[in-house]
């Protein structure tokens, strides 16, 4: 999956790269209880990664996995962003 940044960096990319970097942490490492029961079901294994690549016109954000179900693996990651913004 990927998402675009709305707001690119510009001169501040490093600054955006450490607070993706830990949002991304905390929805993966920090909120462990789902990562952890996605682990255990097969939805992901060790393969499952996230990364953000900025320049100063643009930005994005890349989560993915090998798994045989993409979609779902899709709607879970939505799902935990979805809660990682009203509940920070």
């Not at 709305?6 to 929805?27: D, H, M, N, W, Y």
């Not at 993966?28 to 060790?46: C, K, P, Q």
């Not at 779902?72 to 913004?85: G, T």
């Amino acid at each position: 999956m990927g998402f675009k940044d709305l707001q690119p960096a510009g001169t501040k990319a490093l600054e955006r790269e450490i607070q993706s970097s830990v949002s991304s942490t905390s929805c993966s490492g920090g909120r462990a209880s789902s990562t952890r029961s996605h682990y255990e079901s097969g939805l992901i294994d060790d393969s499952f990664s996230f990364s953000y690549n900025s320049e100063d016109a643009f930005g994005f954000s890349l989560i993915g996995a090998e798994c045989d179900e993409p979609e779902r693996l899709a709607e879970e990651v939505l799902l935990e962003l979805h809660r990682a913004r009203k509940d920070p």
